[in-house]
């Protein structure tokens, strides 16, 4: 299995609305992503997880809260947002975080991504 | 901080002529990697270069890295309709840095 599952894939939601997306993985990866994407634009780096831990938060804004609840999932919570934090929003695994070298250590396995609509 | 810069942004071509698409970063990188997206898709990895001056081939595709590790590029031979997307190259920096530095992307567009 070398995919990446995400859902939902479409998702519209009220500022007052509270949603939650979903991510998962058996690969047996131990670091996962989120990242933000806009049309045309590459991907922005949020939050990563390495060993079921925070190790990077790119200042995100706390209406956004990531959760690891173990290896293998990746849930990001929303709450309150912005017309202006509707993209696609993309997770992703690798079997280590970048940086620690090694040919198919840094490789990202993304998933297909929610599109997200924040009316 | 680091930077990679990619060109061009767009790039449309008749199937069959060739296609290719530059990163230049202010830094040294450790290593760079190169990515698809189709239209409406999630990015793909498609390869990564590590050492000085690699050259690595995929069929029709050719990756090279710079011998100073400041640049690569991205090369297609007899471009394909199933060619047509968004590559992008993700630089790792040198030192303690854990993040890939990603370039805006080259949208390739094929007439078929």
């Known amino acids: 299995d070398t995919e990446v599952t995400q859902t939902p894939k479409h998702l519209v939601m009220g500022m007052t609305n509270k949603k939650s997306l979903k991510c998962e993985q058996h690969m047996g990866h131990r670091a996962m992503y989120w990242y933000k994407q806009k049309a045309k634009k590459p991907p922005e780096l949020m939050f990563v997880?390495?060993?079921?831990?925070?190790?990077i938060n790119e200042s995100v804004p706390s209406r956004f809260s990531p959760e690891c609840p173990n290896s293998s999932l990746l849930n990001l919570h929303l709450h309150a947002l912005q017309p202006e934090d509707s993209a696609l929003y993309l997770c992703?695994?690798?079997?280590?975080?970048?940086?620690?070298?090694?040919?198919?250590?840094?490789?990202?396995?993304f998933g297909s991504g929610t599109q997200l609509s924040v009316l | 901080g680091q930077q990679v810069m990619q060109i061009p942004q767009y790039q449309h071509v008749q199937e069959g002529e060739d296609f290719t698409t530059y990163c230049n970063s202010s830094?040294?990188?450790?290593?760079i990697q190169w990515y698809k997206q189709r239209p409406g898709g999630h990015p793909v990895f498609l390869i990564q270069?590590?050492?000085s001056g690699e050259v690595k081939k995929q069929k029709r595709l050719t990756f090279q890295f710079g011998e100073a590790k400041k640049n690569s590029s991205l090369h297609i031979t007899a471009t394909q309709t199933t060619d047509v997307g968004t590559y992008f190259c993700a630089g790792i920096g040198g030192g303690n840095n854990r993040k890939l530095i990603w370039g805006l992307g080259t949208s390739l567009a094929v007439n078929p």
């Open positions: 992703a695994s690798s079997h280590g975080t970048i940086g620690t070298g090694g040919d198919s250590y840094e490789k990202l396995f």
């Open positions: 830094t040294t990188l450790s290593n």
């Open positions: 997880y390495s060993y079921e831990k925070l190790s």
């Open positions: 270069l590590v050492k």
